[in-house]
């Protein structure tokens, strides 16, 4: 292959100002975790309850956990953010709308949708997991906690919930690098984030390879922190003989 690499590009600038493509790069990296940071706290905290809902003996409980779980897996998620980005703002009451159209700039419109459906999809699959995880507990527990006087709050903040996060420590690594990945997909409803900021230096500069080589690889170095910084968790919080295997 005879291809003339130039990785200069990246300090070359853009005509923008005193901007260069490296500034570029920058910016939508920051964009990128704060989507990730905002989308990975509402699927935790979300995720989380309806993971317990669906473990609870209420029937409607379980019916409302159940039901948030068919309708946001099944759905792709660049529909729900296509969504959240052009249907749902048309619902909203009067006084809103007209601060969502008129006040707020395209991008913070198009980052707090873009935030919501993915915190919202990944939060199904966050259910998932926490279900998992207390299903995975032994009924003799649930049963010795009742036994003792617990009553389910109790019983699930003691004993089940602080077991359970550990056991599913590890799939909900892969839920994280997930999440961040799929923040890839906010380019396609406006936000200036790296991939959409890798397209448009590609465009200007013609130099594809270098600038998607450099996108990779920096989500490389993201999701490999993010899967170090959450094995070292695991392994802090491991209790010897909780999971299968474990030493």
Known sequence: MNYSWNWAVFWQPTGVGD????????????????????????????GSILGIMRTLPNKTARGIGTAYVTIFRNVPLLIQLFIWFYVV????????????INDLSANTTALISASVGLGLFTAARVCEQVRTGIEALTQGQINAGYAMGFSTAQLYRHVILPQSFRTILPPLSSELTNCVKNTSVASLVGVAEIISQMKTISEYTQNTIEVYTVVTIIFIVINVCLISAMSLLEKRLHVPGLMTGAK
Do not use: D, Q
């Open 89 to 100: 703002p048309n619902f909203l009451p009067a006084t809103i709308r007209e601060w969502w």
């Open 19 to 46: 901007s260069t493509y490296l500034s570029w790069i920058l910016i939508g990296l920051g964009w990128l975790l704060v989507i990730a940071v905002v989308a990975w706290t509402l699927a935790m905290v979300l």
